[in-house]
């Protein structure tokens, strides 16, 4: 298994929604808490929607995932949140390409059929660990 490159302060970390929406009052916390540890922060897409239980439409959501992989700038990515719906993403992920960019990839719960998916197919690891909407602001939320 391939170790991925390690994050350095002034890096830049994207958050994806794959599962469970947030409020915008969590994101904003979220982001905040993320630039104090020295990141730059880009926010997609799936962490601005809301269908239901989940982070906008299964496709938004996929999307948002393999264009953070694909995108230079971004060295790292955090899941939001977890919940429900990244178990309806594994058909829409484009392993061949998120496999050629392998990248820090943080979150746990429903997340985790993303985590198989990228060390058996990709063939690197990643890091089943706090996000930021649950862990990193709980002063904030609790």
């Not at 002034?10 to 958050?15: L, P």
């Not at 919940?83 to 429903?110: E, Q």
């Not at 060390?119 to 609790?142: I, Q, R, V, Y």
Request: with cysteine; charged share 20%.
């Amino acid at each position: 298994m391939r170790k991925v490159p390690v994050l350095r302060p002034g890096d830049t970390v994207a958050f994806v929604s794959p599962s469970s929406p947030s409020s915008a009052g969590s994101l904003e916390a979220s982001v905040r808490a993320v630039e104090e540890m020295g990141f730059r922060v880009k926010v997609g897409p799936s962490c601005h929607a809301s269908l239901g239980y989940m982070a906008g439409p299964d496709e938004l959501r996929a999307q948002d995932v393999n264009r953070m992989f694909l995108d230079p700038e971004v060295r790292g990515i955090f899941c939001l949140r977890g919940g429900d719906g990244a178990t309806r993403l594994p058909r829409m992920i484009d392993m061949a390409s998120i496999a050629r960019n392998p990248k820090v990839f943080l979150g746990y719960s429903d997340i985790t059929i993303l985590h198989q998916m990228f060390n058996l197919h990709g063939g690197f690891c990643t890091f089943h660990g706090p996000m930021p909407a649950t862990e990193f602001t709980k002063d904030t939320f609790s």
